[in-house]
């Protein structure tokens, strides 16, 4: 969980020293979609489905650009604050709402966050967890 946190300090001062706004290297859809690569925009797709063109994402944006001002949550987190989207990810939204009926669980969930970079540092599994485990 430290760790977590001290990439987010770090990675909120480097991009505040750049004057920029966070993006994963790893998964940078902005990048994909001016290059037309779609390696990260495709995995958004559901290939299971025959009529694929339907749901491939055309465009990407900044929850500022959607938004006048975005907030993480507004009166604390409740279960009715997530919505599922046609991916099938109900078992994910599900247990977002279940967090939200919880008080203090979003922040053990989310354990660091810049909003106005667009870095959060999650840990769904604590390593002191793995620690404690019964090895047998």
């Not at 993006?23 to 859809?29: A, K």
């Not at 409740?78 to 979003?106: E, F, P, S, V, Y």
């Not at 870095?119 to 047998?136: A, K, S």
Request: glycine share 6%; with cysteine.
């Amino acid at each position: 969980m430290l760790v977590c946190k001290a990439k987010v300090v770090a990675i909120s001062k480097d991009c505040q020293r750049l004057n920029c706004k966070y993006s994963d290297t790893d998964f940078d859809i902005e990048w994909d979609l001016i290059f037309n690569r779609r390696n990260c925009l495709d995995y958004l797709t559901i290939p299971h489905l025959n009529n694929l063109d339907q749901l491939l994402p055309k465009s990407v944006k900044r929850v500022g650009d959607i938004f006048d001002d975005p907030k993480f949550y507004v009166d604390g987190p409740t279960a009715n604050d997530t919505r599922q989207g046609r991916i099938r990810d109900c078992w994910l939204i599900a247990a977002l709402a279940a967090m939200g009926n919880k008080q203090g669980l979003i922040e053990r969930v989310c354990v660091a966050r810049d909003e106005e970079i667009g870095v959060y540092g999650f840990v769904f599994f604590p390593r002191w967890q793995m620690d404690t485990r019964d090895h047998r």
